[in-house]
């Protein structure tokens, strides 16, 4: 069973943006089902994990910032906590520390409060944009 269900309410409407969550998903399951199989998490891991939700971060941003979006500030600071953690989870790694399940759940948590919560209000947002440029208004 996958710690983060991948379904339709994790949807934003916007496709790429929905790719990368899907793929960050997996890769948490993943790894959620490595570390309850008995297997370590390993650097390897930590840095598929940052390379998929950077790539994320860094799309989303930036479309925010082309559309706009008057949250933007917020919403790069909630990646900014999450990318710090990672990274101490990476240093934690490399010094050898384990990670633990509190850990793991806490990267699912984050993820899963951040798509449904902070990225779907963005989601909102780009509909309105959609309907306005529709309807021939200028952003």
Not at 26 to 49: A, K, S
Not at 94 to 101: G, L
Request: glycine share 4%; hydrophobic share 40%; net charge negative.
């Amino acid at each position: 069973m996958p710690i983060i269900e991948w379904n339709v309410t994790l949807l934003l409407g916007i496709p790429k943006i929905d790719k990368h969550h899907q793929q960050l998903v997996q890769v948490l399951n993943d790894t959620y089902h490595g570390f309850r199989d008995g297997i370590e998490i390993t650097l390897p891991v930590m840095e598929e994990i940052i390379t998929s939700s950077s790539r994320n971060f860094i799309f989303e941003e930036a479309l925010m910032a082309e559309t706009r979006y008057p949250k933007l500030a917020q919403h790069k600071n909630e990646h900014a906590i999450f990318s710090r953690r990672i990274q101490e989870l990476q240093n934690n790694l490399r010094q050898d520390r384990k990670i633990t399940i509190e850990l793991v759940w806490f990267l699912c948590n984050w993820v899963s409060h951040h798509i449904r919560e902070t990225d779907a209000e963005f989601g909102r947002f780009m509909d309105g944009v959609r309907m306005r440029k529709r309807a021939g208004e200028d952003l």
